[in-house]
């Protein structure tokens, strides 16, 4: 069985910080992770995933996440925070690639806060 | 840009009543899910479609639950009777084969009461 950890539910940062949102997961096999963005009254957006290869995976608005194995970790980032940036952040894992029959398996969410 | 489309936005039935969400998949797309989000809680897969069968479902989703994809567009949550606890945001999302992302639709919040 798969599991999905979002460490902290309200995350909080000044514009022009760095933004950190933690994600760990638990999976059997080869995960494939994603972090999807959910702004008010809307759906869900496919932020980023990773698949295989490069661990580094640059995503849209200028978010990243490293996907570390031995960390069982897929952080999101961004160097510069901005007001357009807050909103609801899931992390997900599926090991049938996300795009077969396999549900995704979320964590509970970090509401990122954007400061002025 | 081709979105998943859902109907109503928001769905308030007396508790008992049977309920049908509502989904148009984008077009080309062969694989369709369900998944639902109570208040404060985390997004929770229900079920896959594909090929006219569900392909996995969840403990989630029970016999008062079921889904068809009546035409060549919709594709439906059907909920036969209920409950104050089915009160949830309802998720559609769809993808093709091959594609490692699901697109979700912006959902369809339902209470019951």
């Known amino acids: 069985a798969q599991s999905v950890t979002q460490l902290g539910s309200h995350v909080s940062v000044s514009e022009g910080a760095l933004v950190l949102l933690r994600c760990n997961y638990s999976s059997s096999v080869p995960p494939y992770l994603f972090w999807y963005v959910q702004y008010p009254n809307q759906g869900l957006q496919l932020l980023l995933k990773?698949?295989?290869?490069?661990?580094l995976v640059k995503g849209i608005n200028g978010f990243e996440a490293e996907f570390k194995k031995s960390e069982t970790s897929f952080h999101l980032t961004k160097p510069s925070a901005h007001m357009s940036d807050a909103a609801e952040y899931f992390c997900a894992v599926s090991d049938g690639g996300g795009g077969g029959a396999d549900g995704l398996t979320f964590g509970k969410g970090t509401h990122l806060i954007i400061q002025p | 840009e081709p979105e998943v489309t859902q109907t109503p936005s928001h769905q308030v039935t007396q508790m008992g009543q049977e309920v049908i969400l509502r989904c148009v998949p984008i077009s080309n797309h062969l694989y369709f899910y369900w998944y639902r989000q109570i208040l404060g809680q985390k997004v929770e897969f229900l079920v896959s479609?594909?090929?006219?069968?569900?392909?996995?479902k969840s403990e989630i989703f029970d016999d008062q639950f079921s889904v068809e994809r009546p035409d060549g567009s919709n594709f439906t949550l059907k909920i036969r009777s209920t409950k104050l606890e089915d009160s949830a945001m309802y998720f559609c999302a769809s993808s093709n084969p091959g594609h490692n992302e699901q697109f979700f639709g912006p959902g369809t919040r339902l209470t019951v009461l």
């Open positions: 990773y698949t295989t290869g490069a661990t």
């Open positions: 479609f594909y090929n006219n069968e569900i392909s996995e």
